[in-house]
């Protein structure tokens, strides 16, 4: 009587653990560059949302960002160089959010996240 194998060999293991560990790796480098991207996104946005806020000019919109990057700990990200605030029409702001963030993985090998959005804001008065 012949037996088949059944299961994973020792090496069918290691090559699942393998992957396993590298997708691990890789979240735990992406997960933070896209927190603190959706935490900027989060306080250019609150300005359509929170009436408390008074913005009257773009001194007081980049003031706000500013503020906020402070509060949530954003360091890697350089407000002058990420973002781009004009002045559209009466009381509205168009704000360019647009940078890269490269972040090592191995020796020579590294994880670059390019960030490219625009938002429209209407300060609420």
Request: proline fraction near 3%; aromatic fraction near 8%.
């Given at each position: 009587?012949?037996?088949?194998?059944?299961?994973?060999?020792?090496?069918?293991?290691?090559?699942?653990?393998?992957?396993l560990?590298?997708?691990l790796?890789?979240?735990?480098?992406?997960?933070?560059?896209?927190?603190?991207?959706?935490?900027?996104?989060?306080?250019?946005?609150?300005?359509?949302?929170?009436?408390?806020?008074?913005?009257?000019?773009?001194?007081?919109?980049?003031?706000?960002?500013?503020?906020?990057?402070?509060?949530?700990?954003?360091?890697?990200?350089?407000?002058?160089?990420?973002?781009?605030?004009?002045?559209?029409?009466?009381?509205?702001?168009?704000?360019?959010?647009?940078?890269?963030?490269?972040?090592?993985?191995?020796?020579?090998?590294?994880?670059?996240?390019?960030?490219?959005?625009?938002?429209?804001?209407?300060?609420?008065?």
């Amino acid at each position: 009587m012949r037996y088949s194998q059944k299961g994973m060999s020792f090496f069918g293991w290691l090559a699942v653990i393998t992957l396993l560990v590298f997708g691990l790796i890789v979240a735990a480098k992406l997960i933070p560059i896209y927190m603190d991207h959706f935490s900027l996104r989060k306080i250019i946005v609150s300005v359509n949302e929170d009436p408390s806020l008074k913005i009257g000019s773009l001194r007081d919109f980049h003031n706000h960002i500013e503020r906020g990057m402070n509060i949530n700990s954003i360091r890697d990200i350089k407000i002058n160089d990420a973002i781009t605030i004009t002045s559209s029409a009466a009381d509205t702001y168009s704000v360019q959010i647009k940078y890269e963030i490269r972040s090592p993985l191995l020796n020579t090998v590294d994880l670059l996240v390019h960030f490219d959005e625009t938002h429209i804001i209407r300060p609420l008065k």
